[in-house]
């Protein structure tokens, strides 16, 4: 066998070597932290009207959360915030139109839940007198200081944790 034969053989082996090593090393995907992304509703959205408030969009079908799975963080105005787990329709994300249709659903069961859990039950509007704030109720969440028509969505802020979940809290303002 001439020099040339052998150093082909030997990088021919050396190449399968690394081959098969690094096809049988495991590749992870490391989670990583994202900086907090804020998507802001200029004039605000009423969670109150889902429909009216996709319509007042614009680029609806923007993704705008580029993960499939989020929890999102409901704390106004609740005494004891409520977390929900989201899905996106879509593997590559949530839209805009979906992320806010899903927001004021889930503002809409909230305060359902409250109503329904609670032995303090919400003043009409019209008993309420001089204070035209909502009552606090003592439901499952603690309900005080706005209906749910008085609500507007003016941003919403995503960030992705160390551990990879993907929490959406909101701007809400009454």
Not at 14 to 39: F, L, S, Y
């Amino acid at each position: 066998m001439t020099y040339v034969t052998v150093s082909l053989l030997f990088v021919a082996i050396g190449i399968a070597v690394m081959w098969m090593w690094i096809a049988r090393v495991p590749v992870t995907e490391k989670k990583v932290a994202m900086m907090v992304q804020r998507i802001a509703f200029p004039g605000g959205l009423k969670l109150a009207d889902a429909n009216l408030a996709v319509a007042q969009l614009t680029h609806p079908d923007e993704i705008v959360i580029p993960f499939e799975h989020a929890t999102l963080v409901i704390d106004y105005p609740l005494t004891h915030p409520a977390t929900v787990k989201l899905s996106a329709s879509y593997p590559i994300g949530f839209t805009r139109a979906e992320l806010v249709r899903a927001i004021c659903d889930e503002y809409a069961a909230v305060y359902e839940a409250e109503e329904g859990t609670a032995h303090t039950k919400t003043v009409p509007p019209s008993e309420r007198g001089e204070i035209r704030s909502r009552n606090r109720t003592d439901g499952a969440y603690g309900i005080w200081g706005h209906d749910l028509e008085d609500l507007a969505l003016t941003a919403v802020r995503w960030s992705r944790k160390d551990d990879g979940t993907v929490m959406i809290e909101l701007h809400v303002e009454g």
